[in-house]
């Protein structure tokens, strides 16, 4: 069994033509630090639900990314936050929603997998973080001036009833990991700030299971990203593990078929995707994904638009 581990930064890409080469080659430097780290568990023989939490946290400490450090802004100027885990073996999970506080949401939500709960949000979720020992950091430590910048231009778009000519990159992101270890077990991981200028105590699909995470050792794992509300009506990320349960489908035609399907409703975005035979899908309807594979040859590969894989 050859171990895998594929990640996404978001679909919430910058326009490549606004795109600066020093931008684009952080976000590549980004994605690559978050493959290696998941990588080096997977490597040791560690299993798929610590390499997805290794993942995440270096996307989460990257403020590129709209997760943990350098997150958005609700409409209120607050950063809330959501996050899910899950493996694929016994199908334990666990999710927060709407935190502010643990320095990696991630290990919040591994922390409530790890208790007889599934998913825990707000004050309650942070009050348990707290009695639980998750390390939490000041509010300045999420805090990033694009990220504020952006709330208030789409404040004031919003004040003026114009246009919304925003890139994807200043909606939202999300990031997240899926793995597949050397006993063929699966996980999957996915952490946000969720979108800009969101309304307070919004939720969107990342910490619902079977919406934006899940993993099934028997079809697949998957972490998803885009227009929340879309993929929470089309249970996206259950939807590609039933078609392969019930259809045969394949990981590649299941996740394609999804990502196609999604656009009719409005679902921009994209997601990540492994399977138990270490089969790989990065799938996206957007302009672009940022994205990284990386399997046992230790040769991390990432992308942004349509472009083929770089390596490093
Ligand atoms: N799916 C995230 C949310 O709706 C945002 C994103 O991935 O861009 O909260």
Known sequence: ???????????????????????????????????????VVLAKGGN???????????????????????????????????????EGQAREAGAVAGILGPRHPILAARAVLESEHVMLQGRGAEDFCRDHGVEFAPAAHFHTDRRWDALQTELARRAAAAADLRSDADRHGTVGAVACDADGNLAAA???????????????????????????????????????????????????????????????QASATVVRELVDIGGNGGLIAVDAKGNFALPFNSTGMYRGVIGSDGVARSAIWGEAMLSA
């Not at 919430?12 to 020093?22: D, L, N, P, V």
């Open 190 to 252: 996915t952490s946000t700030g969720g979108m800009t200028a969101k309304l307070p105590g919004r939720i969107g699909d990342c910490p619902i299971f079977g919406a934006g995470t899940w993993a099934d050792n028997a079809t697949c794992a998957v972490s998803c990203t885009g227009h929340g509300e879309s993929f929470i009506r089309y249970a996206a990320a259950h939807e590609i593990a039933s078609r392969m349960r019930y259809l045969g489908e394949s990981l590649e």
């Open 48 to 86: 798929a639900l610590d390499a997805v939490t290794q993942a995440v946290m270096a996307l989460e400490d990257d403020p590129l990314f709209n997760a943990g450090r350098g997150a958005v802004y609700t409409s209120a100027g607050r950063q809330e936050m959501d996050a899910a885990i899950m």
């Open 1 to 39: 069994m050859t171990a895998i581990l594929a990640i996404h930064g978001g679909a919430g890409t910058i326009g490549r033509e606004t795109m600066t080469a020093e931008m684009e080659a952080a976000h590549h430097a980004g994605l690559r630090r978050a493959l290696h780290a998941g990588h």
